[in-house]
């Protein structure tokens, strides 16, 4: 089953630690099977912090939703990721955005992530990898969703832009 996770570092080697969580990712979670560029973005939320470098990677895995999320947080642990403040500044997030067609709502995890569609940090590189991809719950593939979203915050392809790690 496809899996779609949003990769994003705006401390430290931000380059070198993308490499690393995939590699862990492909070691831990699951086989990579498609990655979008690697995307510079400001940030979103709290907009007062180093701008990001974010990567949408599809993945296939046996692994249950709740088994990649308990696996990606423990590799965010690995990786140096402190949890401090919500949309702060971190070495190292990975977000599920899709686990196939599955809509989830747990304590722990909802999926799709509820966020994709205000996101064009997300969008862009989802929309690179899987244009045609279905939204579960908003019928609408990915293109459709960038097309809609109103979120002005600069995204730039890393080859288009000084990556600064």
């Given at each position: 089953?496809g899996?779609f996770?949003?990769?994003?570092?705006?401390q430290?080697?931000r380059?070198?630690?993308?490499?690393e969580a995939?590699?862990l990712?492909?070691?831990?979670i699951?086989?990579?099977?498609?990655?979008?560029?690697?995307?510079t973005?400001?940030?979103?939320?709290q907009?007062?912090q180093?701008?990001?470098?974010?990567q949408v990677?599809?993945?296939?895995?046996?692994?249950r939703?709740?088994?990649?999320?308990?696996?990606?947080?423990?590799?965010?642990?690995h990786l140096?990721r402190?949890?401090?403040?919500?949309?702060?500044?971190?070495?190292i997030d990975i977000?599920?955005l899709?686990?196939?067609?599955?809509?989830?709502?747990?304590d722990?995890?909802?999926?799709?992530?509820?966020?994709?569609p205000?996101?064009?940090?997300?969008?862009?590189?989802?929309?690179?990898?899987?244009?045609?991809?279905?939204?579960?719950?908003?019928?609408?593939?990915?293109?459709?969703?960038l097309?809609?979203c109103?979120?002005?915050?600069?995204?730039?392809?890393l080859?288009?832009?000084?990556?600064?790690?």
């Amino acid at each position: 089953m496809g899996i779609f996770l949003l990769l994003g570092s705006n401390q430290g080697d931000r380059l070198a630690t993308l490499l690393e969580a995939g590699r862990l990712i492909n070691e831990r979670i699951g086989q990579m099977v498609r990655s979008s560029s690697i995307y510079t973005t400001q940030a979103w939320g709290q907009t007062e912090q180093a701008d990001f470098l974010n990567q949408v990677i599809e993945i296939e895995s046996g692994l249950r939703a709740e088994e990649v999320l308990n696996q990606a947080l423990e590799i965010e642990k690995h990786l140096g990721r402190q949890r401090i403040e919500k949309w702060g500044p971190r070495v190292i997030d990975i977000d599920i955005l899709y686990v196939g067609y599955e809509v989830i709502k747990t304590d722990n995890l909802v999926v799709p992530h509820p966020q994709i569609p205000f996101r064009r940090f997300t969008l862009a590189p989802l929309t690179e990898i899987a244009p045609a991809f279905i939204h579960p719950t908003l019928g609408k593939n990915q293109t459709q969703l960038l097309s809609e979203c109103v979120d002005t915050l600069e995204v730039t392809k890393l080859s288009d832009a000084t990556a600064n790690t």
